[in-house]
């Protein structure tokens, strides 16, 4: 979102605080109208619970439906508990039934059965369809609104049956080539029939080499195959029939959200559902209790650091310069490994490294880290000797850099490829796991290169 954007939905929220405190709900109405669902949403996001209610309640049914598709899980959860049932299957029956799976399975599951007996049966059983697939798979992301034609539909015919098609189908810019017995045969765009002879029958302009996934598929790789073949739609394919398509609004929403779950749990952070939801909509306490749990087991950890200071007490009180590089050493070695995991964690995430490819990733690792070290080794002697040290000690400075950067990018290599094989998100113990673990063994490096050299 622009700046120029971010400016005019505060400048919404102020107008809407201010017409709420005066109580005045027809100039709130006429402040609403025509505003678009997803600005009247983070509006409603960072309002107290009186207050969402309050405006919610004033919204009709076509525009409270849109906004509530668009309301953080908390503001969701929220709003729904204070309607009754069969208003909530009203608005739900308006809204995408991929959407409605995501609210009844995140934000409301206490109460996902009572609202599916209030939603129209149709819309209910299509509901109940999707649920049926795993989370964040392609069966919970697909809508089964897509546009069929048959093989031997002329262009011209096609273009006439477009003008009755459903007013709910999400996307015409494919049009799905299909069987008796639903089986795919082939996709034609739009642009394709318009400007084909009107003659011209399905089965000769459709593109029968299409890229297709089953509903389990995660929706992580249904993301990659959309931005891999530049796809607006992407077909849902199993037992050899078409289940529907996933469009690329939703696959942005993936992205965005697999994006922000993976760049949390980078710091350390977990959580359920709630990890993409505003800043402001997420409770504190939640918050604490979320960051809380690797914090404290980091901080224990962090411990050892302590305890190879006490080990090696006597030497540093001979030779107190050695405290001085502490923070650069240590420093270096968080740093080397943390720009190693974010590559490989990259890398992972995009398929480009495999398990077979674990050893050849930890050489390769192993030797940029050599290079590496080499490199701001030497950089760190000269600086160790312009602080006015010893050669020795500066050796000894320039030593520890090559061998920590070497030992960091080895290390960094190993946790994601270990957490993977075990079955841990590496997002989650990767970063704050490497940072933890060089700045203890670092430390030990430096002190016993110390030793050695310097014959404490």
């Known amino acids: 979102m622009s700046a120029g954007s971010i400016t005019w939905v505060e400048a919404l929220e102020q107008r809407v605080r201010n017409v709420l405190a005066a109580n005045d709900l027809d100039g709130l109405r ?12 983070e509006v409603i996001d960072r309002l107290d619970d009186e207050d969402k209610i309050r405006l919610f309640r004033l919204l009709p049914p076509r525009q409270a439906a849109d906004v509530l598709g668009e309301t953080s899980a908390d503001a969701t959860r929220e709003l729904l508990e204070h309607l009754p049932a069969e208003e909530v299957g009203d608005l739900l029956d308006s809204l995408p039934m991929d959407d409605v799976a995501e609210i009844l399975t995140e934000d409301v599951p206490d ?91 399905m089965s000769e ?27 607006l739609a992407l077909p849902v394919v199993g037992q050899g029939r078409m289940l529907g398509i996933v469009t690329v609004d939703d696959v942005i929403d993936v992205l965005v959200s697999e994006g922000t779950e993976d760049v949390l749990r980078f710091a ?82 995009l398929g480009e490294i495999r398990p077979r490819d674990a050893w050849h990733v930890v050489l390769r690792e192993l030797w940029s880290g050599l290079l590496l070290g080499l490199i701001l080794g030497s950089v760190a002697f000269g600086r160790a000797l312009l602080w006015g040290s010893s050669y ?10 090559i061998a920590i950067c070497t030992w960091a990018n080895t290390i ?45």
Do not use: C
């Not at 006429?30 to 949403?41: E, S």
């Not at 089953?214 to 929706?219: A, G, L, N, V, Y």
């Open 205 to 231: 302009i459709m593109n029968p080499h299409i890229v297709t996934v089953p509903p389990e598929t995660d929706q992580e790789q249904v993301a990659r195959l959309v931005a891999r073949y530049d796809l």
């Open 412 to 456: 960094g290599s190993l946790i994601p490829l270990v957490a993977q094989k075990i079955g841990i998100d590496p997002a989650v113990v990767s970063a704050p796991l490497i940072t933890t673990l060089v700045d203890a063994t670092g430390l030990a490096i430096y002190l016993l290169i110390a030793k050695l050299l310097l014959g404490l």
């Open 111 to 201: 109460r996902q059965h009572e609202l599916l007996t209030a939603m129209e049966p149709r819309d209910a059983a299509e509901v109940r369809s999707l649920l049926s697939y795993p989370p964040k798979s392609a069966g919970r992301l697909m809508t089964d609104k897509f546009v069929r034609v048959r093989p031997e539909m002329s262009a011209a015919e096609a273009i006439a049956f477009l003008r009755l098609i459903d007013p709910e189908i999400e996307s015409f810019t494919d049009l799905y080539v299909l069987n008796l017995v639903q089986q795919l045969l082939g996709v034609v765009s739009l642009r394709a029939v318009i400007t084909a002879p009107p003659g011209r029958r």
């Open 30 to 41: 006429m402040l609403l109208a025509n505003r678009h669902p997803a600005d009247i949403a």
């Open 392 to 401: 020795p000690l500066a050796a000894v400075v320039g030593l520890t850099i």
């Open 268 to 349: 350390g952070i977990e959580g359920g559902p709630e990890l993409d939801q505003p800043y402001f909509s997420v409770p504190l306490l939640r918050v604490v209790r979320r960051r809380v749990g690797w914090l404290l087991l980091l901080f224990l950890a962090e411990t050892f650091t302590g305890s190879v200071l006490r080990l090696f007490e006597s030497e540093l009180a001979r030779v107190v310069a050695l405290s001085f590089f502490i923070p650069l050493l240590i420093g270096t070695g968080g740093n080397t490994g943390a720009q190693t995991v974010s590559t490989l964690i990259r890398g992972l995430a």
